[in-house]
């Protein structure tokens, strides 16, 4: 319920800058200010299609199941494992 609670709160504080900052962004000026504009703008976009996303995915419970790991593939992590750990130590005289 918190992370839901979040991602409203994010959506609807990210609505509001678009909102309120549309009318002050400069469309009309340099190079630079045009830039500026048109990146906010894809920012603040970016921000609201992830939240909104984000929010309609959420509750669906979809979980993606990992087919189990053979006796081979199993061996093979173990003794990654094992190798990392030898490496790891270092020896103080």
Same mark, same amino acid.
């Given at each position: 319920m918190a992370l839901k609670f979040r991602l409203m709160i994010s959506f609807i504080v990210a609505l509001w800058l678009l909102w309120f =900052? $549309?009318?002050r962004l400069p469309l009309y000026?340099?190079?630079l200010q045009f830039g500026f504009s048109v990146l906010w703008l894809a920012f603040c976009l970016? $921000?609201?299609a992830a939240n909104l996303h984000a929010l309609l995915r959420l509750g669906r419970g979809e979980e993606v199941e990992?087919? =189990?790991l053979t006796k081979e593939?199993?061996? $093979?992590i173990r003794r990654l494992q094992q190798a990392r750990k030898k490496r790891r130590r270092i020896e103080i005289h």
């Open positions: =900052a $549309v009318p000026g340099t190079d970016l $921000v609201i990992r087919p =189990a593939q199993r061996e $093979v």
